[in-house]
């Protein structure tokens, strides 16, 4: 579909404008085409490039390459590291590859996604393990993440969120599932005190404490199946390089796959992925962040 460079440039204006050209700034229809995909709308004089979203703004690589690198991370089942992938493109250097990559996990987060609904068991989990003599919700250095499953009963799992936070207060959290979870949803958790006010921010309440269950069940188990393939999906794609100050991303990226794991269309999965990446808005990465990533 893309063998020349001009290929890809028609294919994000087409993304970017469905129904034609509009500017940003004025909503102006009409304007003329100064480069392959630099438009200059005719009402404000203002520019405008198909390619300004948080993928391809301020990118040195040509269009071709960095398709490429979208159909190479989304056509590998588990994801692809930057060491990976570089080798597989025939690239000497990976850091080009992990800037790439690290906008890409960026853009897997569609703006104004709909949240959970239904029956959702929600809990917290601590990335990369619990040191020896830190007890209850203590991380240390460790990541805690709140993750929030869809439960549908006898079909399995639905879909999932994920993110960071910095503790596991009332304030957090509540905060963090209503940005998950949509409003009068049931929501199972443990008896933890930062769950105590859901009830009063307009959803059903469901408490799982040990005594509610037999001995050895567990009382979050979706949670934790998700906590359990997350841990496995970390060190086996990334050679667990993924640091906690850069963890979000690959979060994204992991929620991202896992609510698409029914997908037998890795084309579609490319197409979806470069959908969302057209219209987000570009999340400039800090200096020197890219020498950490794999």
């Not at 990334?238 to 029914?262: C, D, I, K, M, T």
């Not at 808005?281 to 794999?294: A, D, F, N, V």
Request: with cysteine; glycine share 8%.
């Amino acid at each position: 579909m893309f063998p020349p460079e001009e290929a890809c440039a028609e294919h994000l204006i087409r993304l970017r404008w469905p129904d034609g050209f509009v500017c940003p700034h004025g909503q102006a229809t009409r304007a003329w085409k100064k480069s392959t995909v630099l438009f200059r709308c005719a009402s404000c004089r203002r520019d405008t490039s198909a390619s300004s979203g948080a993928i391809f703004r301020q990118s040195h690589l040509p269009l071709r390459l960095g398709f490429q690198i979208m159909w190479e991370a989304m056509s590998q089942k588990h994801g692809a590291s930057a060491l990976g992938l570089s080798h597989a493109l025939g690239l000497s250097s990976h850091k080009t590859i992990a800037e790439a990559l690290q906008k890409l996990r960026r853009a897997m987060i569609r703006p104004g996604r709909e949240r959970l609904a239904g029956l959702i068991e929600a809990d917290e989990i601590i990335v990369g393990g619990v040191r020896p003599g830190s007890p209850g919700r203590s991380r240390n250095s460790k990541v805690l993440a709140p993750v929030a499953v869809e439960d549908r009963g006898k079909n399995g799992i639905g879909r999932i969120r994920l993110s960071t936070i910095a503790d596991a207060s009332a304030n957090t959290l509540e905060y963090t599932l209503r940005g998950m979870i949509e409003p009068r949803c049931s929501v199972r958790t443990d008896g933890w005190r930062g769950y105590q006010r859901l009830r009063s921010l307009g959803y059903g309440h469901r408490v799982m404490e040990r005594k509610d269950t037999e001995p050895g069940v567990d009382t979050a188990p979706l949670a934790h199946r998700i906590s359990a393939l997350l841990k496995r999906w970390l060190p086996s794609t990334h050679q667990g390089s993924v640091r906690p100050a850069h963890l979000q991303p690959y979060l994204n990226e992991f929620a991202f796959r896992f609510n698409r794991r029914h997908s037998h269309s890795r084309g579609l999965l490319f197409h979806r992925l470069l959908s969302i990446a057209v219209i987000i808005e570009p999340q400039p990465m800090r200096p020197g962040m890219s020498k950490h990533l794999r």
